[in-house]
Every structure is written in C-alpha cells, then in structure tokens.
C-alpha cells in the first residue's frame, strides 16, 4: 500500500533501489544532493544535476521537463553518504528555450508531485508539494539513513533566492556558480517529455487513494527540515544528536549506466 505523505511526515523504505517519479505540470528542472551523517554536502562532486547526471548509486534527468523519473540505488552511494536530497527548481529566464516563458514561481503552477517507487512501479510512498508561493526552488523529499535503515520524508522546504539560495543553505561555497551551470546544462540539452508518471485522480486538493496507509509522524530520526513546524515532537525528534546506479528508466532517452 502507497503513504500519502504530508509535509516534516517519514515512511520505512521496503528497498534500496527506487525510482523517484516527479510530476510538475510545467518544466523543472531536477537535482539531487548527497549528505553526510549530518546532512551537509560536501562539495560540488556531491551534486548529481543536468551537467553531471550520474553519480554512484544516483542518476538524474538531463533536461528541463514536466515530468522526471530519478534512479536511486541506496546499496551504491558513497559510504560517508546518509541522505539524499531531491531538489526541484523552475529554469531562469535564460534558460527558457523559444522564448516561452514558465512561471516565474512555483504558488504560480500547479503543485509538484512526487512518488517514490521500487523497480516493479509499485507506490512505496507519494507527496504533494501545496502551499509555495514565491519560491523557485524547492527540496522536495529526502533518503535518509538512521540506525542502518533508510526512510523517506517529505520536506516541501522552498526558496525565493532559487537554486544558489537553496545550495548555499546546503554549505556550498561555490553555490551561486553551481546553481548557473545546473541551468544552463538543462537549457543545452534537447527537450525530451517523460511518460507521465501516475497520479491520484480527482482536483488537485484531492490526492486520497484507497489503497493509501495513513502516516502516523516523524520518528526519531534525520535533521529537521526548515519550517516543519515547532512542538514536542519535532524537539523530541531533532534533539537526538538520512556502484552506478542500475535502476531502469531513470531518464527517457538516457542509457541506464553498466
């Protein structure tokens, strides 16, 4: 059964070789960091983006596009790696090709939606990004390791200052110049739309399946997300000092790495 996941919520992962779906009803661009045991990246090398696709046990998709498909193999991560972060951004000005314009915000487009998955297709876990407004960039999920398992939370954590802000949050120093050659390799690369990953039926507060298990709250474990919201349980919570990647399908058009 599918966990519908609100905002700061985690859910166990079955596996450690998913696929992150993400549908976003307008082109983003897609990225992914990894984290140390106390979630800092720790330097550009650590980035898998349009420019640098692939990292071990990670790959990403090449292109601007509504809908991304992420290939994970948690077994392959470097060993100092304990989280993976999803980030989303929408492409700059310079980056829109034909002269399209996007939106210029993320509260001006419909809300991102992202499904993680195992390599058969089957739901693990599902998490609607509402309530952005100005931002233009957003983490929208988290892997996470915590006491030899690894689980998935949503984080929903959206920036106005875009990528370089949301890089520079992560403690890289070269964050603004990363953030212009993420996007400027998202606007070289051709233009390819994903098949459509699956998504609930019904209006866009409606995300409800059957078959969905409801998530009861964090556990103790990973680092708060900014804005997750204060209260006992996030105190409880956060005072307690998240090969190449094989999966199939990680990105329409691309190879799968050996």
Do not use: C
């Not at 790959?59 to 498909?69: F, I, K, L, M």
């Amino acid at each position: 059964m599918t966990a519908e996941l609100v905002r700061g919520q985690n859910h166990p992962l079955p596996g450690t070789r998913l696929e992150i779906r993400v549908s976003a009803g307008t082109p983003v661009v897609a990225a992914a960091t990894l984290g140390d045991a106390e979630g800092k990246v720790l330097g550009a090398e650590w980035v898998a983006h349009p420019g640098t696709p692939a990292l071990s046990g990670l790959e990403v998709s090449r292109q601007a596009t509504a809908d991304h498909r992420l290939a994970v193999d948690l077994d392959a991560l470097p060993d100092a790696a304990h989280r993976v972060d999803v980030l989303l951004a929408l492409p700059t000005a310079d980056a829109t090709r034909a002269g399209r314009r996007g939106p210029a915000r993320f509260g001006a487009a419909a809300a991102p939606f992202v499904t993680v998955t195992d390599l058969s297709g089957a739901e693990i876990a599902h998490y609607t990004l509402t309530g952005l407004d100005a931002e233009t960039a957003v983490i929208a999920l988290e892997l996470y390791l915590r006491q030899g398992a690894w689980k998935v939370r949503a984080i929903g954590q959206g920036y106005a200052g875009g990528l370089a802000e949301l890089l520079t949050d992560r403690g890289l120093p070269e964050a603004p110049s990363l953030a212009r050659v993420i996007h400027e390799a998202a606007a070289r690369s051709p233009a390819r739309q994903a098949p459509t990953p699956p998504r609930p039926s019904g209006s866009e507060g409606d995300r409800t399946r059957q078959a969905v298990t409801p998530v009861l709250g964090p556990d103790p474990a990973g680092t708060p997300p900014q804005g997750a919201g204060p209260g006992p349980e996030y105190e409880a919570e956060y005072g307690d000092p998240g090969a190449k990647p094989t999966l199939q399908g990680a990105d329409p058009g691309q190879p799968a790495p050996a």
